[in-house]
């Protein structure tokens, strides 16, 4: 099932040593908004930079592959310390398969994360990389993310309403 994220999670705060080593992962491909941040926020969420260090101390490699542009993630990623690819033009596997190289791991060590089931998740899965999904730090108010989340909703009965709305 291409819409169906192999692991879902609250966020990427919850992933930990035991995680990673339950499913044999040693490489992250990120995505940026609403995983790592709120949408558009240049600041990364609270913990990020502490996660990030315990991954990086596992030896996990991390890339982030966006769809938002380069002027939006590329100081981010800085700050962040990560590399990135923008316009990544997820679900198609374009960054994905960027990221991989960049990597130099086999699929079955990769996990693709982020938020949206129709990019991260669908991007993933037809690349044959398992995914990860997680609840978007903040909800977004704009119309286009509301009707896709309305489609998540009635795809997977994703239960948003004990998220906190901005
Ligand atoms: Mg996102």
């Known amino acids: 099932m291409l819409f169906r994220p192999h692991i879902w999670i609250k966020n990427v705060l919850a992933i930990d040593r035991a995680f990673v080593e339950k499913y044999g992962f040693k490489g992250f491909i990120l995505d940026l908004d609403n995983t790592l941040s709120?949408?558009?926020?240049?600041?990364?969420?609270?913990g990020i930079f502490e996660w990030l260090d315990s991954?990086?101390?596992?030896g996990v490699k991390m890339v982030i592959v966006s769809n938002n542009t380069?002027?939006?993630?590329?100081p981010l990623a800085a700050k962040l310390g990560l590399p990135f690819f923008s316009f990544?033009?997820?679900?198609?596997?374009?960054g994905i398969n960027k990221a991989k190289k960049l990597m130099g791991?086999?699929?079955k060590e990769i996990a693709v994360i982020g938020d949206?089931?129709?990019?991260?998740?669908?991007?993933?899965?037809?690349?044959g990389i398992r995914t990860v999904l997680v609840?978007?730090?903040?909800?977004?108010?704009?119309?286009?993310?509301r009707f896709k989340r309305k489609l998540e909703s009635i795809f997977f009965k994703r239960?948003?309403?004990k998220l906190e709305r901005k």
């Open 70 to 74: 380069k002027k939006r993630v590329a």
């Open 159 to 161: 239960d948003y309403s």
């Open 105 to 107: 791991l086999p699929r």
């Open 55 to 58: 991954m990086r101390e596992l």
């Open 116 to 127: 949206q089931i129709f990019t991260d998740v669908l991007g993933g899965n037809v690349s």
């Open 38 to 46: 709120m949408h558009g926020n240049p600041a990364a969420e609270n």
């Open 88 to 94: 990544g033009c997820k679900p198609l596997p374009l």
């Open 135 to 145: 609840e978007p730090f903040h909800l977004e108010d704009k119309l286009g993310f």
